[in-house]
């Protein structure tokens, strides 16, 4: 076929990735049968239960709450991460001051922070938002850190030469420097935040789709669970895939191309 | 290059160690964070709110007779075995993903789903799978690792110099000698990445694992405070357990990188 499409459609048909997906099903659907169906579900079964969610709408509900909470929370986070690492990258002094603190921070599994927010905060909206303020700046401050680190000293002195005023210095050299590493903390900072999100709520709270994992996981609902993973797990990762990662590679064009594994 | 030192080397490495620890400005990080949370605690109204002092109590309990270590232990015991498994797995996945282009599309779709999803769904559905036991934790830890590993393997050998191989066929050199001197050393950094990325998951997976499934190790204790209301018992087990984490990555981990990374020129990492 000659068009794009059709290559494109070529392309994704014609893939291992469908032999790989036959094998999987067909492993699932033994293990199913072989062991009791009601701690192992038919791929059948969690396929009717995932159709089941969507067609009633109401998932609308959990998913939006969910997506509140996890808003709030990463706006915080990014609020925090940015100023952090704006100061790490400008003044030494800073950097070494903050740099245990965001250390930690990567260390500490958002679990610990998510069951402490549940015990001060309770069903609040401050238990999310700062169980994902703290799990994620760390992300935010460490790539801000290096944008600023790595703002072009030879442009900076252009523009004091020239005089250019502290507005148009900000808007034309060091925003369009730093957005390409904003953008990493974002992308980043937002898988953190809804992974951390759904653990806050499995903890504490009576809405929200971890709240519907946990429901879940009490009646032993492995068709469930699945389910609802499939779900916000497919929301999440499409905002990841085909909305933050190209906006990341956009503000990033006029950037030389780095290895990233992972 | 021998490691043997004198004893007279040996006194002043270790003032020059000491000296770099006490004197270090990175304890006023430490101070003012202090500072700052024991004036939070007056501030904060909540009840639970922990204290330094507080918190240092539940440190105390958390480590007398020996609880925290055999807690650790168990949870380490898991973590090992998990480990294990999924750096073996991911090893021989991400060698085939790197080899052949059929293995890479093959293996791609399930790598990038399993590198998304969060390390609840793996523990969660392992305990409700496989039961309270052993088995939970151990095949979490695995499936939640194995693709970390195997993404970093992949790169390992797509980045094995061609222009070495080839040069090895030329010269005819036999296969155990191409394997143990080109294709080793290179792997191994990568390996060591996969190593340290991985075991950063392993241990958070495990501990989610025994918050939900199992009746010993760091997460049930961590869930064993929750139930109790105890924030500083939390905060002092996690504090606990983030210092042997951070001991392990800096003190093993990350020595054993730089050591096989010594014949790589240098290259800047972000996180």
């Known amino acids: ?262 | 290059m021998s490691l043997a030192v004198g004893k007279l080397e040996g006194v002043s490495l270790i003032a020059q160690t000491l000296r770099r620890i006490v004197f270090n400005r990175r304890w006023v990080t430490l101070v003012v964070v202090i500072i700052v949370w024991q004036l939070l605690t007056l501030l904060i109204d909540i009840d639970l709110f922990p204290t330094p002092m507080g918190v240092l109590d539940s440190l105390e309990e958390a480590l007398r007779g020996g609880l925290f270590f055999s807690n650790l232990g168990d949870s380490m015991i898991r973590i090992s075995l998990g480990f294990g498994l999924g750096l073996l797995a991911g090893t021989v996945i991400g060698l085939l993903m790197g080899s052949r282009e059929f293995w890479n599309r093959f293996f791609q779709d399930f790598i990038v789903l399993g590198l998304s999803l969060p390390g609840l769904v793996y523990a969660l559905l392992a305990i409700m799978v496989l039961g309270i036991g052993l088995a939970a934790p151990v095949t979490a830890i695995a499936l939640a690792s194995l693709p970390f590993v195997a993404v970093n393997v992949r790169e390992g050998v797509k980045s094995v110099d061609k222009q070495l191989l080839d040069m090895c066929s030329v010269y005819r050199i036999d296969r155990t000698r191409l394997i143990r001197r080109v294709i080793v050393p290179t792997l191994m950094p990568f390996i060591m990445a996969a190593v340290r990325i991985g075991f950063t998951v392993a241990w958070k997976v495990a501990v989610l694992t025994e918050v939900f499934g199992a009746s010993t190790g760091i997460g049930y204790q961590m869930r064993y405070q929750f139930g109790i209301f105890s924030v500083r018992g939390i905060v002092a087990w996690a504090l606990l357990f983030g210092v042997v984490m951070l001991v392990i990555e800096y003190g093993v981990l990350i020595p054993l990188e730089r050591y096989f990374d010594r014949w790589r020129p240098q290259v800047e990492k972000v996180i």
Do not use: C
């Open chain 1, 1 to 262: 076929m000659e068009s794009r499409l059709g290559r494109w459609l070529a392309g994704f048909f014609w893939h291992p990735r469908w032999i790989a997906f036959a094998v999987l099903l067909t492993i699932w659907q033994i293990t199913a049968v072989v062991r009791n169906t009601r701690v192992v579900p038919t791929p059948g079964r969690v396929w009717v239960e995932f159709w089941q969610i969507l067609s009633t709408f109401s998932f609308v509900d959990d998913l939006w709450a969910s997506m509140i909470r996890i808003v709030a929370g990463f706006a915080a986070a990014m609020l925090i991460g940015t100023i952090a690492g704006v100061l790490m990258g400008s003044r030494r002094a800073w950097d070494e001051f903050l740099r245990d603190l965001v250390v930690f921070g990567l260390a500490l599994p958002g679990l610990v922070y998510a069951l402490i927010a549940v015990m001060l905060f309770g069903q609040a909206l401050w238990a999310p938002v700062l169980a994902i303020m703290l799990t994620s700046y760390p992300f935010v401050a460490v790539n801000v850190r290096e944008g600023v680190k790595a703002l072009d000293k030879n442009l900076l002195d252009m523009a004091k030469i020239y005089r250019i005023n502290r507005w148009d210095l900000v808007r034309r050299i060091v925003i369009p420097s730093l957005l390409p590493f904003i953008f990493a903390g974002i992308r980043l900072g937002f898988s953190i935040s809804w992974k951390v999100n759904t653990l806050v709520e499995v903890f504490g709270s009576t809405n929200g789709v971890g709240w519907q994992i946990r429901a879940s996981f009490d009646a032993y609902s492995v068709h469930g669970m699945l389910a609802w993973t499939f779900i916000f797990g497919g929301a999440m990762l499409f905002i990841e895939y085909y909305i933050l990662s190209p906006a990341e590679r956009y503000f990033g064009r006029w950037r030389p191309k780095i290895d990233q594994v992972v």
